[in-house]
Nanobody, 117 residues
Framework: QVQLVESGGGLVQPGGSLRLSCAAS????????VGWYRQAPGKQREAVAR???????NYADSVKGRFTISRDNAKNTVYLQMNSLEPEDTAVYYC???????????WGQGTQVTVSS
């Protein structure tokens, strides 16, 4: 069983920054690929960024150059640094991981990010 807990969301003005954290309660966290997703009101959930066990990262085109995903395996935590935030980034952000053996999906409870002046 894997538990994911997101934190760091909030209200920020356009152009501002936030750092989201995803803390995982799992052994051998370094073997897990972790992704950030977001869902805006009335829209489907979409992938934002992903970091695999070896450290390779992938980003959605809409956040490239503005968002950075990173991980601290000693703390079982993945971060999403979000800079130059735009109103279009407003959404609930979710952390996701998949068990590397069973392929079972796990989701956090989400954290709200609101970009508004």
């Amino acid at each position: 069983q894997v538990q994911l807990v997101e934190s760091g969301g909030g209200l920020v003005q356009p152009g501002g920054s936030l750092r989201l954290s995803c803390a995982a309660s799992v052994r051998l966290f370094s073997f897990y690929t972790v992704g950030w997703y977001r869902q805006a009101p009335g829209k489907q959930r979409e992938a934002v960024a992903r970091i695999i066990s070896g450290g390779t990262t992938n980003y959605a085109d809409s956040v490239k150059g503005r968002f950075t995903i990173s991980r601290d395996n000693a703390k079982n935590t993945v971060y999403l640094q979000m800079n130059s935030l735009e109103p279009e980034d407003t959404a609930v952000y979710y952390c996701n991981t998949k068990d590397p053996v069973s392929s079972h999906d796990y989701w956090g409870q989400g954290t709200q990010v609101t970009v508004s002046s």
